[in-house]
């Protein structure tokens, strides 16, 4: 079994492990990697972040041997922590409105858009700012591993990807807004015009020509000229990468997200592009 270690691992000296009853663990896992960041719900601030990578993750069982290892290994999971909330990161969520929503119908609406797999868990996300629930699905053998874990609650990354794209088109009074949040192979579209959600998708790349191929493709179906097109990018691209370098040779204005406004970062932070994990830093908004 190969040893899972931290890619990154960064704490602040205010950390104090007798103290998690007053922090909230807000996790992300995808098959790229399993990572977490440490809320001190005592003063509203990150004080920590960790971020394991995998690699050879071919299927979502896969994930199971490296999670199991990071848990046991990791003593930080031998607390109890306030809350602990784990957003599963797939494509497979659809969105219901709230008028049709009904509890006991959550295999029935997942089913619209994705074929039934037997290991299906379902879930239903309440969004604030949209009035519609975030319907998805996760392995019954990725949630039995946080069983030994208290006050756990399951999320979908896509739920806090609308939330913050909502907020910030109100903020900023935005006609138009196209959000565009990068993964290592996938990538996530929200459009918003006039202050609704005109489109929330996500798609598999292997390649930049793929990434920039869809966006493209997006923008066209609904009519919004991609040069004159200002795109938020938000997840983990840089200036310097393939990715942004063929977006700016399309796309006139880019621009980089930001981090919550209402909550506070600790001095850990500051070399990490304020862009980043912003999926993560913005869970908070569908609690």
């Known amino acids: 079994m190969t040893t899972q270690k931290p890619h990154i691992s960064l704490f602040d000296k205010s950390y104090n492990k007798n103290k998690s009853n007053q922090y909230k663990l807000y996790v992300e896992l995808s098959s790229n990697g399993f990572k977490y960041t440490i809320l001190d719900t005592e003063n509203n601030t990150f004080i920590g972040i960790e971020e394991y990578r ?11 041997e490296p999670l199991k290892e990071i848990i ?24 219901i409105p709230n008028a049709i929503y009904q509890a006991d119908k959550l295999a029935n609406y997942h089913q619209f858009n994705f074929s039934k797999q037997e290991e299906d ?8 700012n949209l009035s519609a629930y975030n319907i998805y699905s996760i392995p019954d ?7 030994g874990l208290r006050n756990v609650q399951f999320k979908h990354f ?39 959600l005109e489109l929330y998708n996500s798609f598999n790349y292997q390649s930049s020509e793929d990434f920039i191929y869809y966006l493209l ?24 990468s393939v990715i942004y370098t063929i977006l700016h040779k399309y796309i006139q204005t880019l621009n980089f997200g930001n981090r919550p406004e209402n909550l506070k970062f600790s001095y850990i932070f500051e070399e990490t592009p304020k862009h980043f994990h912003h999926a993560l830093f913005n869970q908070f908004l569908c609690e």
């Open 54 to 64: 995998f690699s050879d993750i071919y299927n979502n069982y896969s994930l199971v």
């Open 158 to 196: 896509s739920s806090a990807l609308v939330e913050s794209a909502l907020i910030d088109a109100k903020r900023e009074k935005a006609l138009s807004l196209v959000n565009v949040h990068v993964l290592p192979s996938s990538f996530q579209v929200i459009v918003i015009k006039n202050q609704k």
């Open 121 to 128: 868990q379902f879930y239903s996300d309440q969004l604030i």
């Open 72 to 95: 046991k290994s990791n003593e930080l999971y031998k607390n109890e922590f306030k809350a602990i909330i784990i957003a599963f990161v797939n494509n497979r969520s659809t969105l």
């Open 141 to 147: 053998f990725i949630t039995t591993i946080f069983n």
């Open 217 to 240: 493709f997006v923008l066209d179906q609904l009519n919004i000229n991609n040069e004159e097109a200002t795109i938020k990018l938000t997840g983990e691209v840089e200036k310097n």
